[in-house]
């Protein structure tokens, strides 16, 4: 329905006698009365009041119809740009106010219906020429499709332009989610959540899928915010421990690596995200683990990841309370280490203790102990030194081992 493109035939309308338009203008609003009613009884979507703004919208459309078909019938090559702009725009209202198009397309239906047997009574009323019917009836049908085109167009740009929109949001809230604050502010999350169509939880985990780039939870996309950062997908996950969301995510994710960080709340989305790559990392440090597909849960690794989060440090560190082990023959220094250890995380320090906790006897527990007094002396009793030392043991034990 253009005047630079032919989008309908007007063959029909070139066959009809020009006085058939002034005969259906004089009986346009009876017409549109009785289009209007038959629309409001059949089809539910239309059920309201005249008064309001879908009976104005509905009341307005009608007549428009009624008025562009006579025009049509008088001047059948003129150009309908003015019609297209407003049917289109009732297609947007239409999606914009929550209802399909199915409403829409029966309304066309039931209104083609009052039409085409009210334009024949004019005819019949008019004694003109009975041929003159069936070319109507083509007419209506023909007319009814294209206005129908037209708002089915309105309303897929409407629902084209949301669906873009609401993409938007959804990508610049997930950045917002996973961006480390600055400071103490916060920035509110409803707003962009509601523009986003995602229900702010109470609580978020997020799930890291290695190496996927096409990565889906089949009937989840509503559910999951999802992103692409460099060959993974990370996925944030609502309210994890309820609803079997996870279930779903670990289904999705067999036979991949995918890691999942702790229960937070939602406005620290970041922190989950940032452990469950901490843990990827580490793991891929560990050549023996490469490529089995696990779904694991960083949990019970908190306080490596901590450390790991601050390893060069804590090797500074280590170099600086365990210097004197540089000085030992490997092995040594390495059954030391573990025996400080074992030291330093028994109640009373004593050898049988420390020889339980190895699976030693506690004679070689007592020798190992002698010598860690003479390498540390009086330290071995200062707070201060023995938890720096268990923090330095506790970051060489992560650091990755080599051949």
């Known amino acids: 329905m253009s005047s630079q493109v032919e989008t309908f035939s007007r063959q029909p309308w070139h066959e009809l006698p020009p006085v058939l338009a002034a005969l259906i203008r004089t009986r346009s609003e009876g017409i549109v009365t009785d289009m209007i009613k038959a629309i ?122 949301s669906e873009g929109e609401v993409k938007r949001a959804r990508r610049t809230l997930v950045e917002r989610l996973l961006e480390q604050p600055r400071g103490q502010e916060r920035v509110p999350l409803g707003p962009l959540a509601e523009r986003a169509h995602w229900t702010l939880p109470n609580a978020v985990a997020c799930v890291v899928v290695r190496s996927a780039l096409r990565f889906t939870v089949p009937g989840a996309d509503g559910e999951l915010l999802c992103v692409h950062r460099g060959g993974d997908v990370v996925l944030i996950v609502p309210e994890p421990e309820t609803g079997g969301l996870v279930d779903r995510v670990r289904a999705a994710a067999r036979g991949r690596v995918a890691l ?18 901490l843990a990827l990392d580490r793991r891929a440090q560990q050549p023996t683990e490469q490529g089995d597909g696990a779904f694991l849960h960083v949990d019970d690794e908190l306080a490596e990841l901590h450390l790991l989060r601050g390893a060069p440090i804590g090797q500074l560190l280590g170099r600086r309370v365990l210097g004197v082990f540089a000085d030992l023959p490997r092995g040594r220094a390495a059954r030391l280490a573990e025996t400080l250890d074992a030291l330093l995380m028994s109640w009373g320090r004593t050898a049988p203790e420390v ?25 071995l009793g200062d707070p201060r030194f023995r938890f720096e030392a268990l923090l330095a043991l506790r970051t060489h034990a992560l650091r990755p081992t080599t051949g």
């Open 355 to 379: 020889a339980q906790a190895l699976g030693i006897h506690p004679q070689t527990a007592r020798k190992r102990l002698r010598q860690l007094e003479a390498l540390f002396g009086d330290r």
């Open 40 to 161: 409001v009884d059949e089809v539910s979507a239309y059920r309201r009041s005249l008064d309001s703004a879908v009976g104005r919208d509905l009341t307005e459309s009608v007549r428009r119809a009624v008025l562009q078909f006579a025009e049509l019938i008088e001047h059948p090559d003129s150009a309908q740009d003015h019609h297209i702009r407003h049917f289109r725009h009732l297609g947007r209202v239409e999606f914009l106010n929550g209802r399909t198009t199915d409403g829409l397309q029966a309304a066309f239906r039931v209104g083609a219906r009052v039409g085409s047997r009210r334009y024949a009574e004019i005819v019949q009323e008019a004694s003109l020429p009975p041929e003159n019917v069936l070319t109507l009836h083509e007419a209506v049908l023909i007319h009814i499709n294209a206005l129908s085109n037209e708002s089915v167009k309105g309303f897929l740009a409407a629902q084209l332009r």
């Open 260 to 277: 999942m960080g702790p229960t937070v709340p939602a406005h620290e989305a970041w922190l989950s995200l940032q452990c469950a790559r």
